[in-house]
C-alpha cells in the first residue's frame, strides 16, 4: 500500500480565498483523522470519522473550517475563507481501529 | 486543554548515550499510550506503544515505561545513535477516540 496521501503538499493563497485539502486513507482502515501541526499548539486534533460519519469535530476552529468524507477511500478539509493565521501544517492520518494512526505527509500551508 | 503534555522542547545527547524522553498526562481514562518520530518534511511515523495494562514495553533500542498512578510514561533510547535525531511525539487514546498529542520533544545526537 502507497499510505496515506494528501495532496497538494505545499500550498500558497491569499487571504480570503477558499482552500482544499485532500486525503487518500490506507485501504481497510476505517478511522480517519485530520491535525494541524504549529508550533504554539504542536499536533492538534480537528475532526474524526470512523466509517466517514463524523465522529469528533470540536477541534474545528470555526465555521470557516469544513470537512467531509464521502466515501471510504477520500476526504477534503476546506478552509473558507481562508486567513493568515490558517498556516501550518496539515496531517492527515488513518488507522484500522485500535492502535496506532499512520500519518501522511502533510500540507504545508501558507496564507499571505 | 493539553491532555498530553511534553514539557522538555528540546533535548541534547552524545551519541551511545542513553536518551529519555518524558511525557505526563492527565487523563485518567486514556488506556493506549503511543510514541512517534517526525523528520523535516515528514509526516510523523509510529515508534512503539503500551497498553494501560503494561509498565514496560521493549522494541529493539527503545523501551517505552508507564507509570499509571504518577500519569507519566517516558521512551528510551539506548544507545542513541545521530539517525535518532527528530521531533519525538508522545500521545493517549481511550477506546473510540482520536490520539491526542504533546507539543513534542526535538532529540539531537551527536557524534
Known amino acids: 500500500d502507497a499510505g496515506v496521501i494528501q495532496s497538494p503538499r505545499h500550498e500558497v493563497t491569499e487571504m480570503g480565498q477558499e482552500v482544499t485539502l485532500r486525503c487518500k486513507p490506507i485501504?481497510?482502515?476505517?478511522?480517519l483523522f485530520w491535525y494541524r501541526q504549529t508550533m504554539m499548539r504542536g499536533l492538534e486534533l480537528l475532526i474524526y470519522?470512523?466509517?466517514?460519519?463524523?465522529?469528533?469535530d470540536s477541534g474545528m476552529p470555526e465555521d470557516r473550517f469544513s470537512a467531509k468524507m464521502p466515501n471510504a477511500s477520500f476526504s477534503t478539509l476546506k478552509i473558507q475563507p481562508s486567513e493568515p493565521r490558517d498556516s501550518a501544517v496539515y496531517f492527515c492520518?488513518?488507522?484500522?481501529?485500535?492502535?496506532?494512526?499512520?500519518f501522511g505527509q502533510g500540507t504545508r500551508l501558507t496564507v499571505v | 486543554d493539553q491532555q498530553v503534555k511534553q514539557n522538555s522542547p528540546s533535548l541534547s545527547v552524545q551519541e551511545g548515550r542513553i536518551s529519555i524522553l518524558n511525557c505526563d498526562y492527565t487523563?485518567?481514562?486514556?488506556?493506549?499510550f503511543l510514541w512517534y518520530k517526525k523528520y523535516p518534511a515528514e509526516g510523523p511515523t509510529f515508534l512503539i506503544s503500551?497498553?494501560?495494562?503494561?509498565d514496560k514495553n521493549e522494541d529493539g533500542r527503545f523501551t517505552v515505561f508507564l507509570n499509571k498512578s504518577a500519569k507519566h510514561l517516558s521512551l528510551h533510547i539506548v544507545p542513541s545513535q545521530p539517525g535518532d535525531s527528530a521531533v519525538y511525539f508522545c500521545?493517549?487514546?481511550?477506546?473510540?477516540?482520536?490520539?491526542?498529542f504533546g507539543k513534542g520533544t526535538s532529540l539531537l545526537v551527536t557524534p
Open positions: 492520518a488513518s488507522s484500522p481501529g485500535r492502535g496506532e494512526a499512520f
Open positions: 485501504s481497510g482502515h476505517n478511522s
Open positions: 470519522f470512523n466509517n466517514n460519519v463524523p465522529i469528533d
Open positions: 487523563n485518567s481514562m486514556f488506556d493506549y
Open positions: 503500551i497498553s494501560s495494562i503494561k
Open positions: 500521545a493517549a487514546s481511550r477506546t473510540g477516540y482520536a490520539l491526542n
